[in-house]
């Protein structure tokens, strides 16, 4: 699934392309596709016809235009959700889903999307935030983002740090990728208890969190294949650059020792067995015969 470098730099692409620009048709021709708007497809298109783009946002993994109506186009990309500018002479994708046509002509913007996951809709009086999406948390790259609250937040909760990197109601755009390779800088086990971190260590997470995404975002994010692109069908090229994710039974760039890989939330994580020991716990059985040894005779 995309993550926030995939979705900034279809951000970025679209900002270039469509600030500004009515549009003048939209077809649906999915309604999986707009699942997300109630009223409908048809309620969809004619909301948007006429409508003028003032920006392209994001909050996390979403992205909304505002528009001159005072709603918003709210999307998310899903698993293979694409958005392509593209003439509108060219032949439609297989998966298009949504086409939308501008009142000046070409580029058109089409909604791709194969295993359709990925969904658009429009949220009423969204402009500023949709409500769709207010409850989720602020991410790390944006300016108003609060390191001591999230340290704060993060250590009152009674979980594994890296179970809490993928709250997007605590933090943000970071998925399974960008989280191991994190922690990987960090030194950290994705099992290490948040109530146990020192906020120094959170501190010191948080600015690898930050060169992660910002590394990945200059390389366009990263494909492992060609469900994700940005608006122009380039892919991204972060996968060159990764130290753990997917890299199981490689050596450690820093260590030499065999990356590994485990189970995680039916998933994988991936770690250096030596540079990111396991935190380690108290066996059951010896912690209940300490506490028997230690009872008083009564």
């Given at each position: 699934m995309p993550e926030l470098p995939e979705v900034e730099t279809v951000r970025r692409g679209l900002a270039g392309w469509i600030v500004g620009r009515r549009?003048?048709?939209?077809?649906?021709?999915?309604?999986?596709?707009?699942?997300?708007?109630?009223?409908?497809?048809?309620?969809?298109?004619?909301?948007?016809?006429?409508?003028?783009?003032?920006?392209?946002?994001?909050?996390?993994?979403?992205?909304?235009?505002?528009l001159d109506s005072g709603d918003a186009v709210v999307g998310h990309l899903g698993m293979s959700g694409q958005l392509l500018l593209q003439p509108a002479?060219?032949?439609?994708?297989?998966?298009?889903?949504?086409?939308?046509?501008?009142?000046?002509?070409?580029?058109?913007?089409?909604?791709?999307?194969?295993?359709?996951?990925?969904?658009?809709?429009?949220?009423?009086?969204?402009?500023?935030?949709?409500?769709?999406?207010?409850?989720?948390?602020?991410?790390?790259?944006?300016?108003?983002?609060?390191?001591?609250?999230?340290?704060?937040?993060?250590?009152?909760?009674?979980?594994?740090?890296?179970?809490?990197?993928?709250?997007?109601?605590?933090?943000?755009?970071?998925?399974?990728?960008?989280?191991?390779?994190?922690?990987?800088?960090?030194?950290?086990?994705?099992?290490?208890?948040?109530?146990?971190?020192?906020?120094?260590?959170?501190?010191?997470?948080?600015?690898?969190?930050?060169?992660?995404?910002?590394?990945?975002?200059?390389?366009?994010?990263?494909?492992?294949?060609?469900?994700?692109?940005?608006?122009?069908?380039?892919?991204?090229?972060?996968?060159?650059?990764?130290?753990?994710?997917?890299?199981?039974?490689?050596?450690?760039?820093?260590?030499?020792?065999?990356?590994?890989?485990?189970?995680?939330?039916?998933?994988?994580?991936?770690?250096?067995?030596?540079?990111?020991?396991?935190?380690?716990?108290?066996?059951?059985?010896?912690?209940?015969?300490?506490?028997?040894?230690?009872?008083?005779?009564?």
């Open positions: 549009f003048a048709a939209v077809d649906v021709r999915h309604p999986r596709a707009v699942r997300r708007h109630l009223p409908g497809p048809a309620h969809f298109a004619a909301t948007l016809v006429g409508c003028q783009i003032l920006d392209v946002r994001r909050r996390g993994k979403y992205l909304w235009l505002p002479a060219a032949p439609d994708e297989v998966h298009l889903r949504v086409r939308f046509e501008f009142a000046d002509g070409d580029p058109e913007l089409r909604f791709v999307d194969q295993r359709t996951f990925g969904g658009l809709a429009v949220s009423a009086g969204g402009a500023d935030l949709p409500a769709e999406i207010a409850h989720i948390a602020r991410d790390p790259l944006d300016p108003d983002f609060s390191d001591a609250a999230f340290v704060a937040a993060l250590r009152q909760r009674r979980t594994e740090i890296k179970r809490a990197l993928l709250d997007q109601s605590l933090i943000s755009g970071i998925g399974n990728i960008y989280a191991d390779e994190a922690l990987w800088r960090t030194r950290l086990h994705g099992t290490r208890p948040t109530d146990r971190l020192p906020p120094a260590t959170v501190t010191r997470l948080l600015g690898h969190v930050r060169d992660v995404l910002t590394e990945a975002i200059v390389q366009g994010g990263t494909s492992f294949d060609a469900l994700y692109v940005d608006v122009n069908g380039r892919s991204g090229y972060f996968d060159r650059a990764l130290n753990v994710y997917g890299q199981q039974d490689r050596p450690c760039r820093r260590c030499g020792a065999l990356i590994r890989r485990e189970a995680f939330m039916n998933r994988s994580s991936f770690s250096c067995p030596r540079c990111q020991p396991r935190p380690w716990t108290r066996p059951a059985a010896a912690a209940g015969q300490a506490r028997q040894a230690t009872a008083p005779n009564i």
